[in-house]
């Protein structure tokens, strides 16, 4: 985009904070970025404008205006601020502030100097190939129960199986999945957004699913959607299958993708194929494959005999 057409060309160092941000968004539209991204970004930068005077310039504020902020936020505001909401948010800023510099609306950009603070999430919680075992039994024994029911099986081990996230289990369609496939049977994972092409991939399905699946076809007869109910209602049935196994962990949709991720990675799948498997990009890996290790390190000294 040229600066003659950039929504900045109205904005000078005098522009107060409110009109500045509105700019900011229409260009981060333009460019193509997730409404969801920029709708983040927003309310960031909202946060920041309501903390610093109504008519302070975007020239006007310093670094020290904005690490004042970043301390109201964890100290000051009276409203929890985790490590992984302040990293987004101190992002926002920088991106922020960068733009209108290179833009050349304020001659120094005051968040150049702000320290990032990098976050990685806490190690995820999986299953045990005991507990694996254990909540596959269960899961089965609804297909064999006085009125069969093999929606349980089919959901858990079909997560189990190929590490797929929540959404994209809900989104599975009947087309997606081909039974007749040269290679064997296989999950088309897809996405409606062309954003998100990337995450499109192919997954091979285990033939033990494949007849569970078969039955629960002729139970269930899904139209269009293969688990055509609410996120929280499947939700619920992953945690029936694991008190019933007496897991003290709580079963999950992401519980079962980190598993099925880490019995992959200990497998020693190529780890290529497992971040393609995963429908991850490459900068995601790096944290991603860095949390397998730990657990397959972890795995191993409670499993190493005494």
């Known amino acids: 985009m040229s600066s003659e057409s950039s929504p900045s060309i109205h904005i000078t160092s005098q522009t107060p904070l409110l009109p500045a941000i509105r700019s900011w968004e229409i260009y981060l539209l333009d460019q193509g970025k997730s409404p969801y991204t920029v709708r983040a970004f927003q309310n960031d930068l909202q946060l920041l404008a309501g903390y610093l005077p109504p008519d302070r310039a975007i020239g006007a504020i310093s670094t020290r205006d904005l690490n004042n902020f970043l301390n109201w936020l964890q100290q000051g505001r009276g409203v929890p601020c985790s490590p992984k909401s302040l990293s987004r948010r101190i992002t926002s800023i920088k991106s922020f502030f960068r733009w209108l510099h290179q833009s050349g609306r304020i001659l120094v950009d005051p968040a150049e100097k702000v320290v990032q603070q990098s976050v990685i999430s806490p190690l995820p919680t999986v299953l045990t190939d005991e507990e694996v075992e254990k909540v596959l039994e269960v899961a089965n024994g609804y297909r064999t129960a006085k009125k069969?029911?093999?929606?349980?099986?089919?959901?858990?081990?079909?997560?189990?199986?190929?590490?797929?996230?929540?959404?994209?289990?809900?989104?599975?369609?009947?087309?997606?999945?081909?039974?007749?496939?040269?290679?064997?049977?296989?999950?088309?994972?897809?996405?409606?957004?062309?954003?998100?092409?990337?995450?499109?991939?192919?997954?091979?399905?285990?033939?033990?699913?494949?007849?569970?699946?078969?039955?629960?076809?002729?139970?269930?007869?899904?139209?269009?959607?293969i688990f055509p109910w609410s996120p929280r209602r499947l939700e619920y049935l992953l945690e029936d299958i694991g008190e019933e196994a007496g897991l003290e962990k709580h079963l999950s949709f992401d519980m079962c993708r980190w598993t099925c991720a880490l019995r992959d990675w200990k497998s020693d799948m190529n780890r290529e194929h497992l971040r393609q498997k995963l429908g991850i990009s490459k900068i995601q890996w790096r944290e991603v494959s860095m949390k397998l290790k730990q657990l397959s390190q972890l795995d191993e000294k409670t499993t190493k005999p005494g």
């Open 148 to 225: 069969p029911d093999a929606r349980p099986y089919t959901l858990l081990l079909l997560l189990l199986s190929t590490g797929i996230k929540k959404g994209e289990c809900l989104s599975i369609q009947t087309n997606h999945i081909d039974l007749e496939a040269p290679g064997g049977p296989i999950l088309f994972v897809r996405y409606a957004s062309p954003r998100n092409r990337y995450k499109e991939r192919k997954i091979p399905l285990p033939e033990e699913w494949v007849a569970a699946y078969q039955e629960y076809l002729i139970q269930y007869q899904p139209k269009d959607v």
